[in-house]
């Protein structure tokens, strides 16, 4: 059912308005809202492993009927309204193009349909197909896309829908807040989604004391994710985010510590990230965004302790020598056990 996420991606773009809202600009602009920023993105992120190849339908298709007679609204099902538009971009498309042998969909409405994103977000993803609508604000306004297509790719939402804790994640992932300045995925979603090879993925699934030398997600090379197993439904992820070009808001570089819950619905807190510095107010300057979490990680000499005292990841310092082609490397002392607090030995430096 997911689209793979590895290798080469095709994806059709088509542009779409409506009799009563007609396009005010060409597809063409449409379309560099979102490329080559979108290939770029996935290019950089997966270090290659995700060739993003869009071919791109230069006219609008204008639907039968108007805007509201769709029934869109956020939150809406597949039917009656999303079926209604995919059935109408088909004809238009026609036969000579097979929509079957694209990864991907891409239906771009013109900018000036519906509410404008800052206000309402509706754009949305159904199996392959990704729906954009308005703009978002910022400098890397067409990560709206590339959210919309990691949910073909399989990715949840991290951020709170109604009734759960509105920003979990904060500006650590896209699929929490795909607004403000860019950020790059976490390491649990590089794993998930095929960009990890298998040794740069460290496990912890039993007591005792290890240490890893972990570097930034945002480079190449190197170990990415540390994952500690606590039971059946939960893990605590590690992993290192700096300041970089995937990045670039990162305030307080250092060890980002999360934990992830299997089977935790999207929208419902999958992923969530512990605060080294809780009720700080952050430390990130950006507009819109949440800003508790930008202060989250864990600098040397620090230490996580997790639920009930089971797990304590100590940031025992950064050195060059111990990344990856001359990388930042964070040395981490995982402990895992009924006495992984009590037995952690002091930090070396
Ligand atoms: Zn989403």
Redesign the pocket.
């Known amino acids: 059912m997911f689209r793979k996420a590895a290798g080469v991606v095709k994806a059709y773009t088509v542009f779409v308005d409506f009799p009563d809202v007609p396009a005010e600009g060409t597809p063409q602009e449409r379309y560099r809202e979102f490329f080559p920023a979108v290939p770029d993105y996935f290019a950089k992120s997966s270090y290659g492993k995700l060739r993003y190849e869009s071919t791109p339908r230069f006219r609008w298709i204008r639907m039968a009927k108007p805007l509201a007679a769709y029934g869109i609204d956020r939150g809406v099902s597949f039917r009656p309204g999303y079926s209604a538009v995919s059935a109408e971009v088909d004809a238009a498309v026609g036969d000579g193009v097979d929509l079957s042998s694209y990864d991907l969909l891409n239906v771009l409405f013109t900018p000036n349909a519906g509410p404008p994103a800052t206000e309402k977000v509706l ?3 159904f199996g392959g197909t990704s729906f954009i609508w308005s703009r978002q604000t910022g400098d890397s306004a067409w990560r709206v896309l590339a ?2 297509n ?2 073909a790719f399989g990715l ?2 991290l ?1 709170g829908f109604q009734g759960y804790p509105p920003h979990p994640v904060g500006h650590w992932d896209p ?1 929490d807040e ?1 607004w403000g300045p860019t950020n790059d995925f976490m390491a649990w979603h590089k794993w998930k989604l095929g960009w990890l090879d298998r040794e740069q993925v460290g496990c912890v699934s039993g007591p005792g004391v290890r240490e890893f030398t972990l570097t930034p997600v945002s480079d190449a090379g190197g170990l990415k994710l540390v994952s500690v197993r606590l039971n059946d439904r939960w893990a605590i992820n590690i992993e290192v985010r700096t300041k970089s070009e995937l990045d670039p808001a990162v305030c307080r570089p250092g060890v980002l510590v999360s934990t992830v819950g299997v089977g935790v619905k ?1 929208g419902a807190g999958p992923v969530r990230v512990f605060d080294a510095r809780p009720g700080s107010g952050g430390c990130e300057l950006a507009d819109d965004v949440a800003t508790e979490l930008s202060d989250a990680t864990y600098l040397p000499g620090q230490t996580f302790t997790g639920p009930g005292r089971s797990v304590a990841v100590q940031v025992l310092g950064v050195d060059g020598s111990g990344g990856h082609q001359g990388h930042q490397g964070y040395r981490v002392r995982v402990a895992l056990g009924r006495q992984a607090v009590g037995g952690l030995p002091p930090a070396a430096r």
């Open positions: 754009s949305v993803t959210h919309e990691a949910h949840p939402d951020y699929m795909d999207s």
